[in-house]
Each structure stands twice: as structure tokens, then as C-alpha cells.
């Protein structure tokens, strides 16, 4: 098993540093709630609501999906760097990597 740190920026503007396992196949939605975070993840992961949106300071992830980028089009404070927490998989890659909540 191999750790890795994911920084969240909350809604308040504090940082969190969280530890992450790479080998539970967790997303960021679930990392978040794991850590009480103020994610909703309505659909419960499915990429059928915005409610675990979160903007991405790094290049490293890979291409959203078709269904992510239909959910992204109806949703509220997108910006370029919007992402879906919920379609975004933990794995080595993202060590170090600093998101930031979208407002409610």
C-alpha cells in the first residue's frame, strides 16, 4: 500500500492536507467525505449532479469523459479547470496535486 497527499482547498479558503491509500480505489468525492469535508456527492458518484465539483491546480489528470463533460455544461461556477471529484481516481499520480472546492 502506498500513501500519497492531496491538498483541498475548503470553501473558507483553508487548506487541508490529506492522506490518501492508492490502492482502495477511491475518488476525490470520497476522499473528501472521508475527511468531512463539505462535499455533497448527491448521485453518490455517477457523474449525474455538480455537487462534488472542484477546480484542479495541476495538468497531470486525464481527459474528462463525455458524461462529466454534459454534467460540467448545466452546472454553476465552472471554470477551465472544473472537474467532477467523483471521476477523478486516486493513484500515484496525484501526490502532491491541490484542488479546491467550487462554491455550493
Keep these: 500500500m502506498r500513501d500519497i497527499t492531496i491538498h483541498i482547498i475548503d470553501r473558507d479558503g483553508k487548506k487541508h492536507s490529506l492522506i490518501a491509500p492508492t490502492d482502495m480505489n ?12 463539505p462535499v455533497e456527492g448527491i448521485c453518490g458518484g455517477m457523474a449525474m449532479c455538480a455537487s462534488c465539483q472542484v477546480y ?8 474528462k469523459n463525455s458524461q462529466e463533460e454534459a ?4 452546472a454553476f461556477y465552472v471554470k477551465s479547470n472544473s472537474r467532477l ?20
Design 26 to 37: 477511491m475518488n476525490i468525492m470520497e476522499l473528501c467525505k472521508s475527511y468531512d469535508l
Design 56 to 63: 484542479v491546480e495541476s495538468d497531470t489528470l486525464i481527459e
Design 71 to 74: 454534467m460540467l455544461s448545466e
Design 85 to 104: 471529484g467523483c471521476q477523478i481516481q486516486i493513484n500515484k499520480n496525484l501526490d502532491g496535486v491541490q484542488f479546491e472546492l467550487a462554491p455550493e
